[in-house]
């Protein structure tokens, strides 16, 4: 039997785990390698550099601008989902009239591209005639014409706000599906208790739903790594690097600048970032696990 | 149609033995039943004689034939599963031709077949229902039919009764002794920690324990001389007393105040256990027999009532199977008479039960 | 004493209509973007310009969608999206079924790290792959095809695949497999006529998410992709934003044409969409 096991185990993985190895853990291997490099894209032949790459990061202004600007889009576009997904999956559990149509609205965005959300919300940002400057006009401003994606201030915002409006959905479902795990048993403790809903909510409710908030997190930020379609986009990093994330940056030192090797140091440092916030995840999974399992 | 021989067979799951040398030659034909408490290894024994699990060292053969290394598939036996295993995905036809259609055995015979085996176990009506929408009883059936479509050579039984319900456990242990009857030669060996399944189907029992084998024998042999206190407590419901004495050179046994002379040929001397069952003891008056005992507890069952006594010489409280409408009250002092030829000793350091209070 | 049948009057509780209230409101703002697209597609580019786009139109003005499917560069815009996502979803699939079962069903020492490391990969940016992936293409010759985008997709969707099937798979009870061991069966029948036939939710859930995100995605038809007839649909939007600058009506069109097939799959398999993100979130 053992035999048997072992040569369907070789033959069953082989393809999946060459495939796996070959295009996801060698290119992510040799990043590490290119990021000594200064490879143009295009030229067989490349210098090895040492660390000058990482070394160039450190003069680096605009590498510190999309290290700010990632930090705010990673906060940012975690608070706002979050709560927003939270406060409708609350809305939502108790039996309203409709709540499957209600989901349906809600989870709606998470299906359309980035691209198509971007240009959505290019509509909406639009100045003479967008969403939300009618708004503006309507409320008693009509000569109000702010073209919230071309200034600096706010194109970030901005474009984590349409950001926010696609994943709100996917934090909806994973807190619904946290609250449904939430055995009745400890909703009637809180009703026989005395407990009013708004304890009941905030002593209970939220506490319990621990692991979901895990992975809220988790997620959010993590996606808000991979952030790139909508920016790309909607702004394109700009107005003068406004909105340059560390992805963004990545992509235009390699591709618009064809410095290959300077790139990759970049995505070197994303890599790292990605993988405190996945080891972090992991752990904080398994301590939840122990408590709530 | 075949024997099945274990020789040493050990097993080891990492770094935990749970067979530690099993040696047993199952005769061609014959109803084996493993019984033992959980955890003692007998559904273990019985998936390495299937070759789900392969042996860490030892050898199983068929008919003389080394199958230790060979595939479940080749080795011309079926399965009963504890939880039936009915592909629910399939109609009962499909489940109990699954084996014939994996060959290349044409449609016809396969629909022939199936409805030769549905004939046998009463199915006809339900071929083209799922599993699902069957009874307990029902998917039992299809598992069984399933197994004997290919005419295995070993007929092997994972606890197959244990998830019914009382009642069709009684109706479906007849229709597995009626099929043994039927299918004739076919070996078949059989899980159960039901010790009235063991009782009733089997041709021989094999107690084991530990990942040890305790004792082998047919039924009455293994109720009426049990090896040791382990068998003789684990066979039996309730449970074989247990009562320590010492066995002087007149081969007396004492304890307490009484003094017994076993009638059967025992060689302990010393401390000793004195075993009896239930039912070799009687209720006479107080001072009237072996010895005297206060009654704690009166079950009455019907037709007959568990009492259970205790004396300051006995270790633990002491049962007996009484008559169905006793005049008993609990505290009363009652004699004891124990039936001499029915006593079994065993020395204080036999393997025993881990009981359970 | 009779029985009397005492009606208490039912206490008035304004939860339930404030709660529907305050959701049909958060609806409203939600679907705002959407139907603002939708409005705009139905309009003339001078309508839109001259600020009449959030009305409701007295006539719907179809000359917008008749632009985009006319198209000749759109109907290859969407022949090359076909052309990737079908064999990608299917690959991908395919590959996480198989290493799925193993995982589920043949464990061996150090198989639970291998699956930790198949199944991190879903969580890393894809800007990590990029460079090396990009020279290794362009050094088989086949940047400016199809191909590297059907491979990356491909590996990019093993992790969250294996991942659905391993935990799919295990739900199957072992005694079903080892019952169709002993009847004769060899792993792979094990696989197609037992777990697969068991599995077909976990397909579904596959199908759409994978086919969802291929569909969707921007990144890798960007880099692997130079001419205009090989790019995808969502380039397209991009590429032709440039030829429609103010066609405002044009744009929308495309982009809800573009969105259609995802569209509809979410509308009609919501249920495995949700169940797989879900799964894959928290099982992560």
Request: proline share 5%; hydrophobic share 50%; with cysteine.
């Amino acid at each position: 039997m053992e035999t048997q096991n072992r040569l369907w185990r070789v033959l069953l993985l082989a393809l999946p785990i060459l495939v796996f190895s070959v295009l996801v853990i060698w290119p992510l291997l040799s990043s590490f390698y290119y990021s000594f490099t200064n490879w143009n894209g295009f030229n067989r032949d490349y210098e090895f550099l040492g660390l000058r790459n990482f070394a160039k990061i450190w003069t680096d202004r605009l590498f510190f601008n999309a290290i700010v600007n990632t930090t705010i889009w990673m906060v940012a576009a975690l608070v706002l989902p979050t709560l927003t997904g939270l406060f409708l999956a609350l809305l939502l559990d108790r039996q309203v009239r409709g709540a499957r149509i209600f989901k349906t609205v809600f989870y709606l965005p998470i299906c359309l591209s980035a691209i198509v959300v971007g240009q959505i919300w290019i509509w909406i940002y639009q100045p003479d005639w967008g969403l939300l400057n009618t708004f503006v006009k309507l409320a008693g401003n009509p000569d109000f014409n702010y073209a919230w994606l071309a200034r600096p201030d706010s194109a970030l915002f901005a474009v984590i706000v349409a950001w926010s409006w696609q994943q709100t959905g996917l934090s909806m479902v994973i807190y619904l599906a946290g609250l449904t795990s939430i055995p009745s048993e400890m909703l009637e403790v809180c009703e026989i208790e005395g407990a009013t809903a708004w304890q009941r909510i905030w002593r209970v409710v939220i506490p319990l739903l621990t692991p979901s908030t895990v992975v809220v997190v988790a997620l959010s930020m993590i996606n808000s790594l991979k952030g790139f379609d909508i920016l790309y986009i909607m702004t394109g990093g700009g107005p003068f690097n406004s909105s340059d994330t560390l992805a963004m940056h990545m992509y235009n030192e390699s591709f618009k600048k064809y410095l290959m090797g300077y790139g990759s140091a970049i995505s070197v440092v994303l890599f790292l970032i990605a993988l405190t916030v996945i080891g972090v995840y992991f752990r904080q999974l398994r301590k939840v696990d122990e408590i709530y399992g | 149609m075949a024997r099945v021989e274990l020789r040493n067979i050990h097993k080891s799951f990492g770094a935990t033995e749970v067979i530690r040398g099993v040696d047993l030659t199952i005769g061609s034909g014959e109803f084996m039943v493993f019984v033992g408490p959980s955890g003692c290894g007998k559904s273990t024994i019985l998936r390495l004689i299937s070759g789900l699990e392969s042996v860490s060292s030892g050898q199983i053969l068929f008919d003389g034939e080394d199958m230790t290394r060979t595939a479940p598939s080749k080795r011309q036996l079926a399965m009963v599963f504890q939880s039936y295993a009915l592909f629910p995905h399939l109609t009962v036809a499909e489940n109990i031709g699954f084996g014939l259609s994996l060959g290349k055995t044409p449609k016809t015979e396969i629909t022939r077949r199936v409805t030769e085996v549905a004939k046998i176990l009463q199915l006809d009506s339900l071929l083209d229902r799922t599993p699902r929408q069957l009874s307990g009883g029902q998917r039992q059936r299809v598992a069984i039919g399933r197994s004997i479509i290919r005419n295995p050579k070993v007929f092997l039984f994972d606890e197959p009764l244990s998830n019914l319900d009382a009642a069709l456990r009684v109706s479906m242990r007849l229709e597995i002794a009626r099929l043994h009857r039927k299918l004739g030669d076919v070996t078949m060996i059989y899980v159960t920690h039901d010790q009235i399944e063991a009782m009733t189907l089997a041709d021989r029992i094999v107690v084991l324990n530990g990942g040890r084998i305790e004792q082998v024998g047919t039924p009455m042999e293994v109720y009426e001389n049990p090896a040791n206190t382990f068998v003789a407590g684990f066979v039996g419901a309730p449970s074989m007393n247990f009562i320590r004495c010492c066995v002087d050179g007149d081969g007396v046994a004492r304890f307490g105040p009484a003094g017994i002379r076993p009638t059967r040929p025992h060689e302990v001397s010393g401390d000793a256990l004195l075993g009896i069952r239930p039912e070799h003891l009687a209720l006479v008056d107080s001072g009237q027999g072996t010895f005297d005992a206060e009654i704690e507890l009166v079950e009455r069952l019907g037709a007959e009532s568990l009492v259970y006594l205790r004396a300051p010489f006995l270790e633990r409280a002491i049962t007996v199977r009484a008559g169905g409408a006793l005049g008993l009250s609990e505290q009363k002092l009652v004699g004891v008479q124990v039936d001499l030829t029915n006593l079994h000793v065993f020395s204080p350091s036999s393997p025993t039960l881990k009981q359970d209070p | 004493m009779a029985d009397v049948a005492v009606s208490v009057p039912a206490r008035f509780n304004p939860w339930p209509a404030t709660v529907f209230v305050a959701l049909c409101i958060l609806a409203a703002l939600f679907l705002a973007p959407t139907a603002g697209v939708l409005l705009s597609s139905v309009k003339t580019t001078r309508a839109i310009a001259l600020g009449d786009l959030w009305s409701v139109p007295d006539r719907i003005y179809l000359e917008n969608y008749a632009e985009v499917l006319f198209n000749p560069a759109v109907h290859r815009y969407f022949l090359n999206t076909l052309l990737v996502t079908v064999p990608a979803t299917v690959a991908s699939i395919a590959l996480g079924v198989l290493a799925g079962h193993v995982f589920a069903k043949l464990p061996f020492r150090g198989s639970n790290i291998l699956f930790l490391i198949v199944v991190s990969g879903m969580f890393f940016p894809p800007q990590v792959i990029l460079v090396p992936l990009f020279r290794l293409f362009n050094g088989l010759g086949l940047i400016d095809t199809l191909w590297p985008i059907i491979l990356v997709h491909t590996a990019l969707g093993i992790p969250i695949c294996t991942l659905l099937m391993r935990n799919f798979f295990a739900a199957v009870p072992n005694a079903l497999r080892e019952a169709a061991l002993i009847e004769g069966a060899n792993e792979w029948q094990v696989l197609t006529r037992v777990s697969l036939p068991l599995s077909l939710p976990a397909l579904a859930v596959l199908a759409t998410l994978q086919f969802t995100w291929i569909w969707n995605d921007f990144l890798w038809p960007l880099i692997f992709t130079q001419s205009d007839d090989k790019r995808t649909i969502m380039i397209g939007i991009v590429n032709l934003r440039g030829q429609y600058t103010v066609a405002w009506g044009v744009q929308g069109a495309l982009s809800l044409v573009a969105s259609l097939p995802t569209l509809v799959i979410f509308l009609f398999f919501q249920r495995y969409f949700i169940k797989g993100m879900t799964m894959g979130a928290i099982k992560g």
